[in-house]
């Protein structure tokens, strides 16, 4: 890869200063110094422009309005898009063509046809797509997955999981046209789990979604339940809700034993995993690691040394086209098969970045997803 900067870190613009960016992506920067600068921001909010950019020092701050000419610059060499997910393919695709290389946030876009479009982009300008799941670089989450496919608990048979939290009426992700809703929002989680810990695709999916009636559902489900048939004759299952109490788990059923692991996706706190084979007890314990440093130090990685990203662009497909399926038997109340699909790699315990924990500085007008500011 050719840099302009002449010091061999990759130049990061963050696009959108959301609550995302400012309690987790821009503060991990400085555990990804080694080999990442951020130097640009983006946004339309003058007063984040201001004091988000003045917290961060950085070179430059820009609108949407000027982003594609600043590309155009050649002064960064990679974006953190940290957009809503209705943002994320018209971003990836002018970042692209600008010669300029992704980091997305997941989930990938709002349909299977935007990720699809986001990839040829990204091929055809010959810029790498990365996106952005951390727990691929978490290390409880890649304990897990050594331990399912090492024949410890047996043959993994069936995964079970809940997400759940309440979301204040208002929030961005309350809001249809921002790709909002649980199942984009926390139930990708949930699938993307299943696909790493049976190292498979789901062939078909059943699924229903239910509402309370509440005001803040009049737009998007207020939970979304789904059961996905993978090779094998196996079962997976979930339910997230933005409208239950906060539950983060999940478990996975072997022919000899299982594991469990709660919290499961959060990337606050610590983590616990409990295997259980026959009568016998071990419990792990994982300390709060920074993930987001993890995921840009690794980006970083791949572009310094031309290596394809692991999650690339077609791992956000994958998950983007079992959300379709599922909403489709949610409209049809009817199993829905899924196409043939393979990813070129998935996440293993070499992948592993253990970074201490972040903290933010206080958010500049962003909300939460449960509404703290």
Known sequence: MHLTNGDRKIRYAVVGLGWIAQEAILPSFKHAKENSKLVALVTDNPTKAAEVGKEY??????????????????????????LPNNMHCDFTVRTARAGVHILC??????????????????????????????????????????????????????????????????????????????LMDMGVY???????????EPTEVLAAGANNGEARFNQ?????????????????????????????????AGTKGSLHLRPAYTYHGDMKMTVKIGEQDREESFSQHDQFGAEILYFSRCLLEGSEPEPGGREGLADVRVVEAILKSMRSSQPVKLEPFDVPSQPDERQKIELRAVKPPDVVEAESPTGKQ
């Open 220 to 252: 998007v489900h207020e939970m979304a339940s789904a059961i996905m048939r993978f090779p094998g004759e196996r079962l997976a299952t979930f339910t997230c809700s933005f409208g239950a109490a906060p539950v983060d788990v999940y478990e996975v």
């Open 190 to 200: 949930c699938i993307n789990a299943a696909r790493y810990l049976f190292r498979a």
């Open 57 to 82: 020092n950085v070179d430059h701050v820009v609108s949407y309005e000027e982003y594609d000419d600043f590309l155009k610059r050649g002064q960064v060499d990679a974006v953190y898009i940290a």
């Open 105 to 182: 946030e997941k989930p990938m876009a709002d349909t299977a046809a935007e990720c699809e479009e986001m990839i040829r982009a990204c091929e055809q300008a010959n810029v790498k797509l990365m996106i952005a799941y951390r727990l691929h670089f978490e290390p409880s989450n890649l304990r897990a997955i050594s331990i399912v496919n090492s024949g410890d608990i047996g043959e993994p048979r069936i995964f079970s999981s809940a997400f759940t939290q309440q979301v204040p009426e208002g929030n961005v992700r309350l809001k249809k046209g921002q790709g909002g809703g649980p």
